[in-house]
């Protein structure tokens, strides 16, 4: 059974950074392109980046540039490096595989940017 499980989140001020880290369990995901997804209350889950199993990235435009997403398959986790950061982007942040599978979802981690 799958398992995922972020960290990584907090308080920060508009401009700082923050490093998110997803540890999935199981070995199989090496192979599969990953994402990280933010959700704020009303609004729909959305994907701001994701990679491929070879390490090809893309990024939601409104994070092109300050966010940076890796892997270690070795250690079956996937990062977020998140630089810049604006009170926009305050939200619940989760990893899944890309596209996501419903029965994945973990908790997630709570990112807020506020002075």
């Known amino acids: 059974q799958v398992q995922l499980v972020e960290s990584g989140g907090g308080l920060v001020q508009p401009g700082g950074s923050l490093r998110l880290s997803c540890a999935a369990s199981?070995?199989?995901?090496?192979?599969?392109?990953m994402g990280w997804y933010r959700q704020t209350p009303g609004k729909q889950r959305e994907l701001v980046a994701s990679?491929?199993?070879?390490?090809?990235?893309d990024y939601a435009d409104s994070v092109r540039g300050r966010f940076t997403i890796s892997r270690d398959n070795a250690k079956n986790t996937v990062f977020l490096q998140m630089n810049s950061l604006k009170p926009e982007d305050t939200a619940v942040y989760y990893c899944?595989?890309?596209?996501?599978?419903?029965?994945?979802w973990g908790q997630g981690t709570q990112v807020t940017v506020s002075s």
């Open positions: 990679i491929t199993a070879g390490g090809g990235t």
């Open positions: 199981g070995s199989i995901f090496r192979i599969y392109p």
């Open positions: 899944n595989r890309r596209p996501f599978v419903s029965a994945y």
